[in-house]
């Protein structure tokens, strides 16, 4: 099988398009004919070995990838044996193995694909959706909501737009360059803004002609995350879950006090449950399934996955980076 493999941490030209051994499913485990694999910003900075702390850093060589979605070809020993041939999704988790044509998955981690759903677009769900569909939990949107959406081309912002305008509420997309705010305004943001123009902020409170902005969901941080936290109203709600500008939002008691503010993590207090992710990711491809949440993607060939790297560094993509074998 064609797979890309890394001996060494740094630029995305460590990531070698190679031939290896097929691998052999273990106990509990099956082998996956993949047809999609998921690529997401953690796997940037793993390849760097600059990893998130609470990840620990992975032994070399590996194969990269979190998510792969494809056929059942082959099971092992103590598995379901009606799991071959079918269809299926899976989280493999840190840097398991799911940039290759075929990967091992645990047998517990596997999900159906929908009849209606592509591969691809399950890939994007079982990961960038879960973590959404969590996000969107904690933020209860309602109809009354003027929700502003930083990063709102990319694979959550993506789905978050689509969600608030499920809910009926209002939401400003912001996202960087022409390209992708029309993308955004395709997507049917009430209104979306280019976050390169400096005066990005005053264009948000012309679009909103008077209303302001009582919910922000925010995985960007850095300056462009403090800007969208001063475009909240008095008793708005800020939601924070990472920060892909290399910094969090910089913020104060005092700006939390005057104005009444409620900032939070988005993703809930019991995000890491295995019990938990596995409910979350069900949702998420049951909602992608009915056509309620679409996820955008940007498709690379797998031997291309550097340049997936380097799009996704660069702010390049449109919604959620997936490679095809």
Known sequence: ??????????????????????????????????????????????????GPEYYARPELPMVPGREVAGVVEAVGAGTDESWADRRVVAHLGLASGGYAAKALAPAAALHEIPARLDADAAVAMIGTGRTATAILDTA?????DVVLVTAAAGGLGALFIQAARN????????????????????????????????????????????????????????????QALELLEPGGRMLVFGW??????????????????????????????????????????????????????SRFPLADAAAAHRALESRATVGKAVLIP
């Open 1 to 50: 099988m064609h797979a890309i493999r890394q001996y060494e941490f740094g630029s995305p030209e460590k990531l070698r398009y190679e031939e290896l051994p097929d691998p052999s499913p273990a106990s509990d485990q099956v082998r996956i004919a993949v047809e999609a694999s998921g690529v997401h910003l953690i796997d940037t900075a793993i390849r760097n070995g600059e």
């Open 167 to 226: 809910a009926g509420a209002s939401v400003v997309g912001v996202s960087g360059g022409t390209e992708k705010t029309e993308r955004v305004r395709d997507l049917g943001a009430t209104a979306a803004v280019d976050y390169l123009s400096p005066d990005w902020p005053e264009r948000v409170r012309d679009a909103l002609q008077g209303r302001e902005v009582s919910v922000v969901l925010d995985g960007v941080g850095g300056e462009l995350g403090r």
């Open 140 to 144: 209860a949107l309602r109809a009354e």
């Open 244 to 297: 892909s500008s290399g910094g969090p939002t910089k913020l104060t008691t005092m700006d939390i006090f005057t104005r009444s503010l409620t900032v939070t993590s988005g993703f809930g207090p019991d995000i890491g449950s295995p019990d938990r992710k596995r409910e979350l990711e069900a949702r998420a491809l049951a909602q992608a399934a009915a056509g309620h949440l679409v996820p955008l993607i």
